[in-house]
């Protein structure tokens, strides 16, 4: 059985939070920008490095845009936490299984509820041979 997560906190992710607003005030489209130092995945899709624009489309779905090298762009499906957010800023939270990151959760500023990923069929065949237990790495 897996311990206790240990919880690091990486101060080389930054955020920069860009607020569009389009019609009523309600219908806020709020977008983050994120450096992550290292490759990851997520909904069954390998992301690079890099520098990301990542925005909710809507209840269900975050966009990752590329925002440098190939300017691709990776729409995910997530679903609520449950959790309401203690802290006003951002962050992001990885697990981490030897040199594999995959994306957990994503936090956005000033949003109340937080989004998450289900574990991808790699994540769950990565657990079955696990041996050591999973790092959790949480980034503001």
């Known amino acids: 059985m897996f ?3 240990t ?6 992710l930054t955020f920069s939070l860009g607020v569009a607003i389009s019609g009523p ?5 709020q977008s983050v920008t994120v450096r992550i130092p290292f490759n990851f995945s997520a909904n069954n899709q390998k992301v ?5 624009r990542i925005s909710l489309q809507a209840p269900r ?6 925002t440098q090298s190939t300017k691709k762009q990776y729409l995910m499906l997530v679903e609520p ?21 995959y994306l957990y959760q994503v936090w956005m500023p000033g949003q109340g509820e937080g989004r998450q990923f289900v574990r991808s ?3 769950q065949e990565m657990l079955r ?12």
């Open 129 to 140: 041979g696990l041996k050591s237990p999973a790092v959790e790495i949480s980034m503001r």
């Open 7 to 12: 919880i690091l906190t990486c101060a080389a």
């Open 48 to 52: 690079p490095a890099g520098i990301y």
């Open 81 to 101: 936490t449950g959790e309401q957010n203690s802290q006003d800023g951002g962050r992001l939270t990885f697990r981490r299984y030897g040199d594999s990151n």
């Open 61 to 66: 779905y975050l966009s990752f845009v590329d």
């Open 3 to 5: 311990r206790t997560s």
């Open 25 to 29: 005030a309600a219908a806020r489209a």
């Open 121 to 123: 069929r790699g994540e």
